[in-house]
Structure formats: C-alpha cells, structure tokens
C-alpha cells in the first residue's frame, strides 16, 4: 500500500485502486517481493508446514493473477483470488464449517462489480483462480 499511495502522491497513478491494468505493474512487483521475503523469513524462521504452505500456494497464486493479467490482458480481481483462497485455506485446516466463508467472497465479489472496478466474470476468474491455485496448492503442500 506504501508502493501504492507513494505512486499516486507522485501523480503516476490516478488514486488507491490503479484501475489501469497498465499501471499495476510496479504494485504487484512490490507485492511480490514483499511475499518473497516473507517466504524466506518463515523458511529461515523454522515456520510449520502449514505456514508455509500458505505462503507458497499465494505467491503461486499471485504469479497466476499476474499471467492473466498482464499474459491475457484481462483485469482479473485479486481482492475475489485472495478471498476465495482465504477461504478454502480455512476449510482445509479448520474443517467444512469454514466454507459458510464464502458468503464472505461472494460479498467482496459483489462489491468489486458495484464499485465497477471489475464485470462479473474478472470476479468469478478471480475466485477460480484463488480457490483452485492457491486453495488446491494449499492443500497439497499442507499434507
């Protein structure tokens, strides 16, 4: 967010929500270095498998959004791919009760369209994205 509000103050960028797919380039860099680190950090750290893992199936999951994204040229939601595998990360490690999260991403789904940063399908491809790379990768490496 630091990237982000320091880009707008700079006039690189129109305001918090870099709506141009164009100018999301530098954010998500950040973005993934920032996760890089702290991968290492609770790699070095000695973190449970499940720590890990969760950080691993969100970098992966990133890098997926991004292919799309920029590979694609096609705006997917980040704010539905990191909800959604919010979601199935809680599901698998807390049990099925966690899925009444999805309520939780439909809301967030919902409110990308209303606020028309997103159409609905940029929505639904980021829920797939994050429950079936980050929620999928999640569960195979937390095994």
Same mark, same amino acid.
């Given at each position: 967010m630091a990237v982000i509000l320091h880009g707008v103050k700079q006039g690189k960028w129109d305001d918090h929500?870099?709506?141009?797919r164009e100018h999301r380039m530098v954010p998500l860099l950040a973005t993934l270095a920032s996760v890089? %680190? $702290?991968? *290492?950090? /609770? @790699?070095?750290?000695?973190?449970?498998r499940q720590m890990l893992a969760m950080s691993i199936s969100f970098f992966v999951s990133l890098l997926a959004t991004l292919a799309i994204t920029f590979g694609l040229k096609w705006k997917v939601s980040l704010h539905s791919?990191?909800?959604? %595998? $919010?979601? *199935?990360? /809680? @599901?698998?490690?807390?049990g099925p009760w966690l899925w009444l999260t999805g309520g939780l991403v439909?809301?967030?789904?919902?409110?990308?369209?209303?606020l028309k940063d997103h159409?609905?399908?940029?929505?639904?491809?980021?829920?797939?994205?994050?429950?079936?790379? $980050?929620?999928?990768?999640?569960w195979l490496l937390s095994r």
């Open positions: 929500h870099v709506t141009t890089t %680190g $702290g991968w *290492v950090i /609770l @790699a070095l750290g000695g973190a449970p791919a990191v909800a959604s %595998g $919010g979601m *199935v990360v /809680l @599901a698998v490690t807390f439909a809301l967030i789904g919902w409110s990308r369209v209303a159409t609905t399908g940029q929505v639904v491809g980021g829920v797939l994205v994050g429950a079936l790379v $980050g929620g999928l990768l999640f």
